[in-house]
């Protein structure tokens, strides 16, 4: 296990403790170790919207909120999070079923970029590391005569795009008819593309109708449940575009990144699951004494000091159940199984610094009400509905792992819901150990710009329609009698966009809140889906923020600029 830190020697601004203003003294002098925890939560005096103070407060406790928050911790700052749920973490879920703790959400992480990794091993979980089954997943689609057909997915492509069209698991799939199709690619001058920005149109013009909707189509609907039309290439294949100039096809700048990230594109996951990395940023939490608040819900944010920019704070209101609390069949609140009353309480928390980490609705809300002058506000995409359904199955035919890791299913593919099905007992061993002889597979369902075909059915509806669905997809009769448990978990605002212009959108909003003193804006919906982009970007925020609580006079004056801006434009 590596010990938690007491001192980050990764931040410049790190050992020189908290500016007088907000510094807890006892906390400086002594710096904040596991064996000392922060001295003001040990009072209660972390608290706030009861009278106490803090220096940050954290809105949202999804993985950027508590990245985020532990960030500052560590430095001594005092950080109130505030979470809607009872539970935190956000999609990184936990499910139990059949006696079993699994993902309800996100259930592995990209090791692009190294920051997930070093997170992980900064929370002691490196040896908890384990890599996918290699086997990989499937494609189903509509065959002929109202058919299912299903196929590996091709071996060497990015986002469905193959780097070889003429490759036999691309012809398998697609027929000779569409690779031939997809290989004028290599034969277009790539001058009449300009630079794309719509990934379906892009792969449509270059490879054809075949490409885009057996191949691309199935994955965007997958990862980022959206249309490729609306899917803006920059943003889910970044340097596409300049591999294109460089090899002169779409194909060929598709197996130039595929080379490149071959050596540090890998996705891994961690024995008892992504949830774990919850329970252990949880715990380091609890260490350096943050308050984190579950079934508290940030209501309305407001510059303190008259509202001018230069001013020095930010006020929070949020409304709060009287004690963590559970909802019985007859919607009356329980606490420890007691009914009690469920008056919410109104909390209004000061602080310097506030840093928004929850989805795009709630921080947009929150933006739009503090007045900050950001006018794309109210044009920001709607985000995507997405439900999983998780069954456990006494199913020993599924010991082969008859669709590998799993299989996306093509728009139209008969006698299937399911946009996507993860075999996940045949994808992550320490899982099947666990198991022991059961399967635990999951369905997700929800294409962009269409109703959740779940929405109105009932608990019992959605299992018989998932067993369905498993049996279609892993092409194994499944019966209600294999069912040992199943289990829904809804996310309504979950997955950030990556639709046309978001980059601007983000930058415009990155220029507005540059401008304003001590607060940021983290999370999926601006840093992008996916671990590997939520993490270092919360981490930044968090350093900005850190930066500021060590430097005061860095915060931008009442015209936005910050001292080295005048320095530089003196200069
Ligand atoms: C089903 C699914 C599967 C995924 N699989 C993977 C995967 O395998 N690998 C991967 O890397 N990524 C995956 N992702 C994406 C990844 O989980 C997310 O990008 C990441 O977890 C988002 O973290 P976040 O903190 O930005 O937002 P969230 O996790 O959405 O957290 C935001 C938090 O803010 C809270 N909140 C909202 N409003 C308020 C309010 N008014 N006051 C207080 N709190 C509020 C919410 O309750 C929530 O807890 C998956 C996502 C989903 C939905």
């Known amino acids: 296990m590596t010990e938690p830190e007491t001192h980050d020697t990764s931040d410049p601004v790190a050992g020189f403790g908290v500016p007088e203003r907000h510094a807890d003294r006892s906390a400086m002098g002594q710096g904040v170790s596991p064996e000392t925890p922060n001295p003001a939560a040990a009072t209660g005096a972390s608290g706030a919207g009861d009278g106490h103070a803090t220096d940050v407060i954290v ?3 999804g993985v950027a909120g508590l990245v985020a928050a532990l960030e500052c911790a560590k430095v001594g700052l005092r950080v109130t999070v505030l979470e809607r749920r009872e539970s935190i973490g956000g999609c990184v879920g936990r499910i139990e079923l059949d006696g079993l703790s699994l993902d309800s959400g996100a259930e592995s992480f990209a090791t692009r970029g190294g920051t ?12 908890a590391v384990e890599s996918p089954n290699a086997a990989g997943a499937w494609l189903a689609w509509p065959g002929s005569g109202r058919r299912l057909d299903a196929a590996p997915l091709p071996r060497t492509g990015m986002l469905g795009i193959p780097a070889n069209p003429l490759g036999d698991d691309v012809r398998r799939i697609i027929g000779w008819r569409g690779a031939w199709r997809a290989y004028a690619d290599r034969l277009m001058p790539i001058l009449t ?37 609306d899917l803006d290439l920059d943003v889910v294949a970044p340097g596409l575009n300049e591999a294109m100039t460089r090899t002169g096809s779409l194909s060929g700048g598709v197996g130039q990144l595929v080379e490149e990230r071959r050596a540090g594109g890998a996705v891994q996951g961690l024995r008892g699951g992504m949830h774990t990395l919850v329970d252990a940023l949880a ?21 303190l000091g008259g509202g001018e920019a230069g001013s020095t704070g930010w006020r ?28 919410p309480r109104e909390l209004v928390l000061d602080a310097p610094y506030v840093i928004l980490a929850a989805p795009a609705d709630t921080s947009r809300r929150l933006l739009d009400q503090a007045a900050l002058g950001w006018a794309d506000a109210a044009d920001w995409p709607s985000a995507a ?20 890791t799993g299989v996306l299913v093509a728009a ?74 199943s289990g829904r978990s809804a996310w309504r605002d979950a997955l950030s966009q990556a639709t046309i212009g978001q980059r601007d959108r983000v930058r415009a909003l990155e220029d507005v809140l540059a401008a304003e003193p001590g607060i940021e804006a983290t999370g999926s919906w601006v840093a992008g889906t996916g671990l590997a982009s939520v993490i270092p970007h919360a981490l930044e925020a968090a350093r900005r923020i850190r930066h500021l609580a060590v430097n005061p006079g860095d915060a931008p004056d009442a015209a936005g600029e910050t001292p080295r801006d005048r320095s530089e434009g003196d200069a």
């Not at 509905?385 to 669709?403: K, N, Q, Y």
């Not at 019992?460 to 448990?485: H, K, N, Q, Y």
């Open 59 to 61: 809105v949202g406790a």
């Open 116 to 127: 997930v990794a070093e997170l992980v091993e900064s929370l002691g979980l490196s040896d």
């Open 193 to 229: 593309i300009g630079r794309a920005h719509s990934l379906g149109k892009l792969v449509r013009s270059r490879m054809g109708d075949a490409v885009l909707e057996r191949l691309v189509t199935p994955i965007s609907a997958g990862v980022y449940s959206t249309n490729p039309d």
């Open 283 to 303: 715990a380091q939490l609890e260490r350096f004494g943050v308050d984190v608040r579950t079934g508290t819900e940030a209501t309305d944010l407001e510059r």
């Open 316 to 343: 929070v209101r949020a409304t709060a159940l009287a004690a963590p609390a559970e909802a019985s069949a007859t919607g009356e609140v329980l606490v420890a199984g007691e009914p009690v009353d469920a008056e």
């Open 385 to 404: 509905s997405v439900e999983l359904v998780t069954l456990v199955l006494d199913a020993p035919a599924l010991g082969a792992a008859p669709r590998g």
């Open 412 to 485: 139209g593919t008969p006698g299937v819901t399911a946009k996507a099905l993860t075999h996940s007992t045949a994808k992550w061993s320490w899982l099947a150990e666990l198991a022991g002889g059961r399967h635990v597979v999951r369905l997700s369902y929800g294409r962009a710009g269409e109703a959740n075909p779940l929405d109105g059915r009932t608990d019992d509806e959605v299992a018989a329609l998932a067993l369905a669905d498993a049996g279609a997809l892993l092409g194994t009769p499944l019966d209600a009698s294999m069912l040992r448990a």
